[in-house]
C-alpha cells in the first residue's frame, strides 16, 4: 500500500472531521448557490479559503503559495478533494480560495505574483476563477479565440468570451488563458486579472447539478493587464506555453478524481446508512461498488503520486479521471436502485448526488478527451509499457 | 493476510512471463513455484496443467489424454480427482491471485497484438487503429489493466496500517477476486472484438484469451449476478 507522510496522515484526519459539516448545508446550496455566504465559518471552507490549518500542516517555507514540504502537492489535494467532496462536492468547488489558480501559480507564477494573489486571498474570503473554456470551442487550445493585444508598454487588452467558469461571479481575480494577438496556433498565455477592472463581466450560468460551484459565462472587453500579471513571463519559454498547460492539467485532474470518488463513496455510503441490511444480490452489488470505489481510488492515488515525481507523467492521471468519473455516475445511479421507485424525491441527497456526478466529466476534460491521451500514450509506447 | 514475499514475486513473474513469452510459459512457471508435483486444483476439483509438467504430477486425475479438449496446444485439462481444496485456504488464494497477475499479462499481451494487428489494417486509406471508436476502445481496456495493476499492486505491496486513509474499504476476498478475474475477461473480450472475425479462429490471439478464460472458470467461477434491478421496496422505507 502507498504510504504516506505523517503529516497528510494528520491533514487527513482533520479534513475526514470537517467534511462532515459541509453535509449540512449541501441541499441548501444545491437549492440557492449564495448560500454559501452562510457557511464561510465552517473550519473546511475556512481551510478551502486559505484561512485555517490542520495541526502539522508542513508548508516548504513561510512563502505565500509555497509548497507543502513533504513534496506531493498533488498527493495532499487528492487526499481533501476526496474527504471535501464527501461531505459536499457543491460546497467544496463553491468554496472561496485558491482552488486551480493556486495549481496554475504554482507552476507559472512567480513570488510577486503569488505575493499578490495570496495577499489578497488572505484579507477575507476571496473567490478565484480559472478561465479556459470558450463557447463553441470547449478547452482545446488550438481552436482558442480570446485574444491577447499588446498595448506597447507590455501590458495587453483582454477580449473575448470565456464559458463554463466555475465562481467566476464572485471571483476577486481569476486566470484567463488567451492568445496573443498575431502569435501561432499555440501561441497561448495565462493571465491574472482583477475582475473588477472595466470590461471584465461575468453572468452566473443555471447547471443541473453541483451547483455550489456556480458556473459562470463571461465576457472580456478590453480588460487591461499589466505586464507584470502575465504568468511564466519570468520563466524560460519552453517552460510557458503548451508544457506548463499540460503539467497544470495532469496536476489538476486527479483532483477531479478523487471529486468523483468522493461522491461515489458519499452515495455507497448513503446506502449503508439508510438501508440497513442487505441480502443476496443486493449485498453483492453493494460489495462490488465498494470494491470498485477501491480500485479506483488506488488508480487515482497512484495517478497523484506519478505526477508529483514527474509533471509531464499524466497518463495516470487521465486513466484515473476517466474512471472515476464512470464510476461517480455508476454508483449513484445503482444507490438510486437501492432505494426503488420515486427514489429521487424521496432521498433529494441521493437525487443531487446522481446530478453532481455527471459534472465532474466536464471539468479538465471530458472522458473520449482522456481516451485519446491515453490511446496517444499506448501508441507512442508512454504507457502499458513496463 | 500476510503473504511470503517469495510468493508475491512468483505473482509478478507470472505477469511479467505471460506478457513476454504468452499463457503456457507462464502458467508452467507459475505452477511450478506455488504447486511444485501437485496440479492446483479449482473449487470443483477441476485443474489446468501445461503437458510440459504432466509428467512431475503426483496424480493424473482425469486427463483428456488425446488433447482434443486442449484450450491451447501445450495445456491439459484435469477432471476432478480427490477432495477439492478449501477454496479460503492460503495456498487456494496465494494460487487464485497469481492467476490474476498472469491473466493480467495475458491481456496486456493480446493488447499488444491487437495494437499490431490494427495498425496494419488499413480503412480509407488510414489505418484502423487510429479510427476514434478504436482508439476509444482501447484506451477503456488501458483503464481496466492500469486500474488492475494498481488493486494487484497493492496486495503484493502487503498492508498497510488499518487507519491509513488509503486502506481499502473491502477485503479482496473470493467475491472480490472473482470480480476482479471477470474484469480481465471483460477487457480480453473487448479487445478480441476489435480484431473481428481474426478473433475468433484457432490460429489468432483468441485461443490464447479462450484459455485465459478456462481459467478463471476453473479456480474462480464467473462472479454471482449482482441483480442490477431496483429492489420491489417501498422507498421511503428502506429496508423491508
Known amino acids: ?386 | 493476510m500476510t503473504v511470503p514475499a517469495e510468493v508475491r514475486e512468483h505473482w509478478r513473474e507470472a505477469r511479467t512471463s505471460a506478457r513476454n513469452d504468452g499463457l503456457v510459459p507462464a502458467l508452467t512457471l507459475l505452477s511450478r513455484a506455488l504447486s511444485p508435483g501437485v496440479a492446483p486444483r479449482g473449487p470443483r476439483g477441476h485443474a489446468v496443467v501445461p503437458r510440459e509438467l504432466l509428467g512431475e504430477l503426483a496424480e493424473s486425475g482425469d486427463d483428456d489424454a488425446d488433447g482434443d479438449r486442449d484450450p491451447v496446444p501445450g495445456l491439459a485439462v484435469l477432471g476432478p480427482a480427490g477432495p477439492p481444496p478449501d477454496p479460503s485456504a492460503p495456498d487456494a488464494r496465494n494460487w487464485g491471485t497469481g492467476l490474476a497477475w498472469l491473466r493480467l499479462g495475458a491481456s496486456e499481451r493480446l493488447r499488444e497484438a491487437c495494437l499490431a494487428y490494427l495498425a496494419a489494417r488499413q480503412v480509407e486509406g488510414s489505418s484502423l487503429l487510429l479510427q476514434q471508436l478504436v482508439k476509444g476502445a482501447l484506451a477503456d481496456v488501458l483503464i481496466d489493466h492500469l486500474e488492475i495493476e494498481g488493486v494487484l499492486d497493492d496486495l503484493a505491496e502487503g498492508p498497510g496500517p488499518d487507519d491509513s486513509p488509503l486502506a481499502p474499504g473491502l477485503p479482496l476476498d473470493g467475491p472480490a477476486l472473482a470480480r476482479l478475474q471477470a474484469q480481465i475477461t471483460q477487457a480480453d473480450r473487448a479487445l478480441l472484438r476489435l480484431l473481428g472475425a481474426y478473433g475468433f479462429t484457432a490460429e489468432g490471439p483468441g485461443r490464447a484469451a479462450y484459455a485465459s478464460e478456462l481459467l478463471a472458470d476453473v479456480y474462480c467461477g464467473w462472479p454471482r449476478p449482482a441483480g442490477d434491478s431496483a429492489p420491489n421496496v417501498d422507498s421511503r422505507k428502506g429496508n423491508v
Open chain 1, 1 to 386: 500500500m502507498i504510504s504516506l507522510p505523517g503529516s497528510l496522515e494528520t491533514t487527513h484526519r482533520y479534513v475526514r472531521r470537517w467534511a462532515d459539516d459541509l453535509r449540512a448545508g449541501a441541499l441548501e446550496i444545491d437549492r440557492d448557490p449564495e448560500a454559501v455566504h452562510r457557511y464561510l465559518d465552517l473550519p473546511a471552507v475556512r481551510f478551502l479559503a486559505g484561512h485555517q490549518v490542520p495541526p502539522e500542516w508542513d508548508r516548504a517555507s513561510a512563502a505565500a503559495g509555497a509548497g507543502p514540504a513533504h513534496g506531493l502537492a498533488t498527493l495532499e489535494r487528492v487526499l481533501v478533494s476526496e474527504e471535501l467532496a464527501r461531505g459536499d462536492a457543491g460546497m467544496m468547488l463553491g468554496a472561496p480560495g485558491a482552488s486551480m489558480c493556486g495549481v496554475l501559480l504554482s507552476v507559472l507564477g512567480s513570488q510577486a505574483q503569488k505575493d499578490w494573489v495570496y495577499g489578497r486571498l488572505a484579507e477575507r474570503p476571496r473567490w478565484t476563477c480559472f478561465a479556459l473554456t470558450e463557447p463553441d470551442r470547449g478547452s482545446a487550445i488550438g481552436e482558442m479565440t480570446t485574444t491577447l493585444t499588446p498595448v506597447g508598454d507590455g501590458s495587453y487588452l483582454l477580449d473575448g468570451e470565456k464559458r463554463y467558469v466555475g465562481n467566476a461571479a464572485r471571483a476577486d481575480l481569476g486566470a484567463v488563458f488567451a492568445r496573443v494577438a498575431g502569435t501561432e496556433r499555440l501561441g497561448v498565455l495565462a493571465v491574472l486579472v482583477d475582475t473588477a477592472d472595466p470590461g471584465f463581466r461575468a453572468e452566473p450560468l443555471p447547471t443541473l447539478g453541483l451547483r455550489g460551484v456556480q458556473l459562470t459565462r463571461i465576457t472580456l472587453d478590453r480588460v487591461h493587464v499589466p505586464a507584470e500579471r502575465v504568468l511564466g513571463a519570468h520563466l524560460p519559454p519552453t517552460r510557458r506555453g503548451m508544457w506548463s498547460i499540460v503539467s497544470v492539467f495532469n496536476q489538476l485532474r486527479p483532483s477531479v478524481a478523487a471529486i468523483a470518488l468522493g461522491i461515489a463513496r458519499a452515495a455507497h455510503d448513503y446506502v449503508a446508512e439508510n438501508r440497513e441490511v442487505l441480502r443476496g444480490a443486493e449485498r453483492e452489488l453493494f460489495e462490488s461498488l465498494g470494491q470498485r470505489i477501491d480500485a479506483a481510488r488506488q488508480l487515482t492515488y497512484r495517478a497523484a503520486l506519478a505526477v508529483d515525481r514527474r509533471p509531464a507523467a499524466g497518463h495516470l492521471s487521465s486513466a484515473a479521471k476517466a474512471r472515476a468519473c464512470e464510476l461517480a455516475e455508476d454508483v449513484t445511479m445503482h444507490a438510486l436502485g437501492f432505494f426503488g421507485p420515486g427514489a429521487r424525491l424521496d432521498h433529494p441527497l441521493l437525487d443531487k448526488l446522481a446530478r453532481d456526478a455527471r459534472g465532474t466529466e466536464f471539468m479538465e476534460g471530458t472522458r473520449n478527451i482522456q481516451k485519446l491521451n491515453l490511446f496517444q500514450g499506448l501508441h507512442t509506447g508512454k504507457v502499458g509499457r513496463p
